[in-house]
């Protein structure tokens, strides 16, 4: 099952859609997931966990499930005798937060349902379970609070030892905005919720770990091996040389494993205590419980404009539901948001006040667009219902705010640098292929029968490609780390390459996409590329993969790697035929000398003259690896413009997607058909969220919405096919002009939904509506507008 | 998501099923399709001890006609029933039912015997005036009507150590026939399902009417109100659509996370005038 496709006509594969290496195996179920892995003598790990969204753990009887023959071991937090808690790695800079203390098991009290109490480790995953069960908690309930802004007026504490449920007050802003809001004709203020949701990865979280002679090797389903390898390191005080992790085929993350979770520390603590593999699935019910959720955002939105519709001031207000724990970047979220809060508009004054509140629910944290996707609803939203307001058309308001093309790098109003842009571009493009005005006349029709039809669009940019150290690092936006990327090229003596690339890829397609980046700079085919990730112990040290940053940062290090593996074959063809190395180039798969085709070596051959190195000259290394380290001076911003036409029956409430169409610019593509791939996957995301999906708590801290079946995932019925094009504005920022894809059919799709729900309901007096667009919601709104 | 500890079987006659069944008391449990069975027990909501597989079972399965009536095999599965267009709104209501996966496994005698009111076949099976043939632990027979089948959510007359070894519906020849289902996904159990069958009169009146629903109850009800407003009447859209104002009426609809009691409510007059439109093909 090979997918060597015809070269181009240059015979590049960059730009090639390219099928991907990885699908056969996965396809055909010969992928190797931690559930696949089963050595000899492994334990299980199944967690109780609470029942109470709030309580004190008055005592814990595991005799009856230490009775069992097949438990080995029941442990509670007092057993556990770890270095460090839980990590929250990223926080808004220059401030003190108020954070409880996270721990693998809770410590007397509960925070939140599922919250694990104790864990029970016995030789299969069955009756781990069954032990499970047998453990007694009682619990002394406690008050809960499940309501963010009921959370703020402190009257029922998350946590009874702090002082307050807040966690953090921050704010970003630049620009007069007092100023603004004066010079306005009109002011509108809006009040937008963006609800909770999960992510929903095909496989749910699975850890597996093993210690032998001193090392710890831990196999875990996750986006993030390396700070993985950095937190076991410091939470078991094991040097870090020690520590292996792995992370196989990895089933779809979505953000949702960017997390240290406590799971993955009490695999490789029990393993070490115990002497024996010990391994933990998740359930599926448990992923929708503790596997940490996104959004959770109540924002109030002001914006200020003339009557022309030019945005004089934009004013978000952020109440954060942050959940009952701090995780991995938990604070972080709302504050990624803030740095896109002027959209790909020349807002002359932005302002985002954040506050951060807890509640008895699990945290949450990033998830596919991590706060981007709620900045760009709050922008997208409330230029719809500027226009309303205005009397004019939402594409004119937004043409009159955009930062021109001319204008890049533009330095936006809080002082972040948007690289490059053409936002009117791929306005322009979309509408080659939606045509408003014959839409509307369709609009007009279909109303007579009885169908509400309806458009959006939201024009969008995204800050990704998390990387430039000075920007992200400590003394900066607050990582507690750096954000380069690294890669390693190896050439072997038959021509054969490895590439080993620090990002953790998770389904993105990342053995395809730079296999080609390698391929056309050394001269081979990207079948005879292979991309080896995911593991810490092989290649240099890496950073992994989150926010879109695989290819801009990644990606960029492997080209880089490449470049100085090229540099390397210069030289030995150079000497070999007697020419200066600067007069080496790579023509139809052979090395030559410029204007001399005749003589030349394939990639083999100069693998040969690296490895055999009888004739090189003393002073010249043999070998044909390189290793790159890239750390960018910049973020990539990727934009685009999107469109969405639904269907709202009026009798029942139900809204139906008929079309979406979006066009994405991040730069020159790499492989436009893993484009697609992610731009399609991240409409399904956004639309998800408009249309279908939520997490709901009900006022006791109960989790109603435990499985599929009440958590609504759309597929593939609920959907139409996606239309895609894309303009190609490359970013200055690196070799490539690339920018990251993974996030942005999810930041551009809800506002879109949203947008073209509000257009159909209008005629029926429904002026505006939050998320997510259930028919219930949507026809007691209808009623409402009707009385 | 990791069902507690039972125990397995597979016996190759039906006799045998019944003593298996009778043998494990209370709790043991048959398999058709398992796909309402087993996500109960990997949620722990249920936990027989002992699981007795019905697939070996030769003669449960198949669709024949016979007289005016559908004889369709319990084993049948959902699939078998959705490619057979001449079984009308049965083969309708199958292909609505969940996805194919659920299809391809899922019989019509474990829905039946299930009870759950929000499963597509035992509204059908109601509407049409169906009835299955219940067979005991002790070898008896007895013939059950679908008014007298389904007795309380998730009760049916179908008891403990009991198997349905015959469906039977009324073809109906001649009746219109829809089946109107309410989800947010396709495969979603209905928030509210209309199983709409009429028979129009050679003047073009309502001879005879069924409306039955599914999820409006705590079993699937007839629309009684519904179809004495339209029986012996015109069978025009205003009509229906008077008709379809009563459907409401003898409902107690639970309420869940995507509709409240009144929203049902509402949902079921609008799907019952387009059920009706739909099967008097209007």
Excluded at chain 1, 472 to 477: E, L, Q
């Amino acid at each position: 099952m090979t997918a060597i496709e015809t070269p181009q006509a240059d015979g590049r594969h960059v730009g090639r859609p390219l099928k991907r290496k990885e699908d056969p195996r996965l396809i055909t179920g010969r992928a190797t997931y931690v559930d696949d892995l089963n050595p000899v003598g492994t334990l299980w790990m199944a967690f109780v966990r609470s029942p109470e969204a709030h309580a004190t753990i008055t005592s814990i009887d595991a005799s009856a499930a230490l009775a069992r023959e097949d438990v080995v071991a029941v442990y509670t937090a007092e057993d556990l005798d770890l270095a460090a808690p839980l990590p929250m790695a990223w926080a808004p800079p220059g401030i003190d937060l108020n954070v409880p203390e996270h721990w693998p098991l809770a410590r007397g009290r509960v925070a939140h349902v599922g919250d694990p109490v104790a864990v029970v480790i016995g030789e299969d995953r069955y009756s781990v379970v069954d032990a499970a069960e047998d453990v007694i908690v009682e619990y002394e309930p406690l008050p809960v609070v499940t309501d963010p802004e009921e959370a703020l007026r402190d009257e029922v504490l998350v946590h009874p030892d702090l002082p307050s449920n807040t966690v953090h007050e921050w704010s970003l802003g630049g620009g007069d905005l007092e100023a603004g809001f004066a010079e306005a004709d009109v002011v509108i203020e809006r009040r937008i919720v963006n609800h909770r949701t999960a992510g929903g990865a095909i496989e749910p979280r699975a850890v597996l770990a093993e210690e032998r002679a001193g090392h710890l090797t831990v196999w875990s389903s996750t986006q993030i091996p390396h700070f993985l390898r950095l937190f076991l390191s410091i939470m078991l005080d094991l040097s870090e040389e020690r520590v292996r992790v792995i992370a196989p085929e990895v089933g779809g993350g979505f953000g949702s494993k960017l997390q240290i979770y406590g799971e993955e520390i009490l695999a490789a603590w029990a393993a070490r205590k115990l002497g024996r593999p010990v391994k933990w699935c998740e359930t599926r019910s448990e992923a929708m419980m503790v596997t940490h959720h996104g959004r959770d955002q109540i924002a109030t939105v002001r914006v200020g404009a003339k009557r022309d519709g030019t945005v004089t001031a934009f004013h978000a207000r952020i109440l954060a539901d942050l959940g009952a724990y701090m995780m991995l970047l938990t604070p972080m979220v709302p504050s990624l948001g803030a740095f896109v809060m002027s959209g790909c508009y020349r807002f002359p004054a932005v302002q985002t006040d954040i506050v951060g509140v807890m509640t008895h629910k699990f945290a949450t944290d990033a998830i596919r667009g991590a706060g981007r996707p709620e900045a760009t609803h709050m922008i997208e939203v409330a230029l719809d219902q500027l226009a309303v307001e205005l009397g004019l058309d939402p594409l004119e308001v937004r043409r009159r705010n955009f930062i021109p093309a001319d204008a890049f790098p533009y330095e936006t109003a809080i002082g972040i640098t948007y690289d490059s842009g053409n936002y009117q571009g791929t306005l322009d493009k979309l509408l080659e292929h939606v045509d408003v005005e014959a839409f509307r006349a369709e609009q007009e029709r279909l109303r007579a029968e009885g169908v509400h039809r309806g458009i959006g669009f939201c024009t969008y940019t995204e800050i990704c490609g998390l990387a430039p150290s000075r920007a992200v690092g400590p003394s900066a936006f607050g990582l507690q780390g750096g954000g380069w990327e690294s890669a390693l090229v190896r050439v072997h003596l038959t021509g054969a390459v490895t590439v080993y690339t620090g990002t953790s890829p998770h389904g993105q397609g990342h053995e395809t996409g730079f296999a080609q980046i390698v391929a056309d700079r050394l001269g081979t085919d990207p079948q005879l590329v292979e991309v080896i990730h995911g593991d810490t112990s092989q290649g240099p040290n890496g950073l992994d993969t989150y926010g879109s940053r695989s290819l801009a940062v990644g990606g960029e290090a492997i080209a880089r790697a490449a470049d100085k593996v090229v540099a390397r074959i210069r030289r030995f063809v150079a000497h070999k035929l007697e020419a200066a190395p600067e007069d080496i180039e790579l023509r139809d798969g052979r090395w030559i000398v410029r204007g001399s085709p005749d003589k030349g070596f394939t990639l083999p051959e100069v693998a040969g003259l690296a490895y055999i190195p009888e004739d090189i000259p003393q002073d010249m290394e043999p070998g044909l690896e390189e290793v790159a380290f890239y750390d960018p001076g910049n973020f990539v911003f990727p934009f685009g413009a999107h469109a969405a036409i639904v269907d709202v029956d009026p009798e029942t409430g139900k809204v139906t997607l008929v079309r979406y169409v979006a066009v994405d610019d991040c730069g020159p593509a790499i492989n436009p058909l893993l484009i697609d791939g992610q731009v399609h996957g991240g409409i399904v995301h956004g639309v998800g969220q408009a249309l279908y999906e939520q997490v709901v708590y009900d006022e006791s801290g109960q989790l109603v919405t435990g499985t599929f079946v009440d958590y609504a995932l759309p597929t593939a019925a609920e959907l139409p096919s996606f239309e895609t094009d894309r303009t190609e504005t490359p970013s200055p920022v690196n070799s490539l002009g690339v920018k990251g894809v993974g996030e942005a059919g999810t930041i551009a799709a809800s506002a879109a939904v949203a947008n073209a729900v509000m257009d159909a309901l209008r005629p029926l007096g429904v002026t505006y509506l939050d998320m997510p667009y259930t028919p219930m919601r949507v026809w007691n709104a209808i009623q409402e507008a009707a009385r | 998501m990791i069902p507690a500890h039972f125990d397995y079987v597979a016996p190759a006659s039906l006799d045998e099923a019944l003593r298996a069944l009778a043998d494990g008391g209370e709790d043991a449990k048959p398999l058709a399709g398992g796909h309402s069975l087993l996500p109960l027990m990997k949620m722990r909501l249920a936990v027989p001890t002992l699981l007795v597989d019905l697939r070996r079972l030769e003669g449960l399965r198949g669709i024949e006609r016979e007289n005016g009536d559908w004889r369709i095999g319990p084993l049948t599965r959902h699939a078998d029933l959705q490619r057979r267009a001449d079984l009308g709104v049965v083969a309708q209501t199958a292909a609505l039912i969940a996805d194919q996966q659920v299809r391809n496994r899922g019989t019509i005698g474990g829905s039946l015997a299930h009870g759950d009111p929000a499963s597509d076949l035992p509204a059908v099976l109601a509407a049409t005036e169906g009835r299955v043939t219940i067979r005991d632990a002790g070898g008896g027979s007895r013939t059950v009507a679908a008014a007298d089948l389904f007795q309380d959510y998730l009760t049916t007359a179908v008891g403990p150590g009991e198997l349905i070894t015959e469906v039977r519906i009324p073809a109906l020849d001649g009746w219109g026939h829809a089946y109107e289902k309410f989800t947010r996904r396709a495969e979603d159990w209905a928030m509210v399902g209309v199983c709409a069958l009429v028979k129009r009169a050679p003047d073009g009146s309502c001879e005879d009417v069924r409306v039955a629903f599914t999820n409006m109850a705590s079993t699937p009800i007839r629309a009684t109100a519904v179809e004495q407003a339209l029986r012996g009447g015109p069978l025009d859209d205003a009509a229906i659509a008077a008709a379809a104002e009563h459907a409401d009426e003898g409902t107690d609809p639970p309420a869940d996370l995507n509709a409240s009691a009144d929203y049902k409510r509402h949902l079921a007059r609008v799907l019952t005038r387009r059920a009706l439109q739909r099967a008097a093909g209007s």
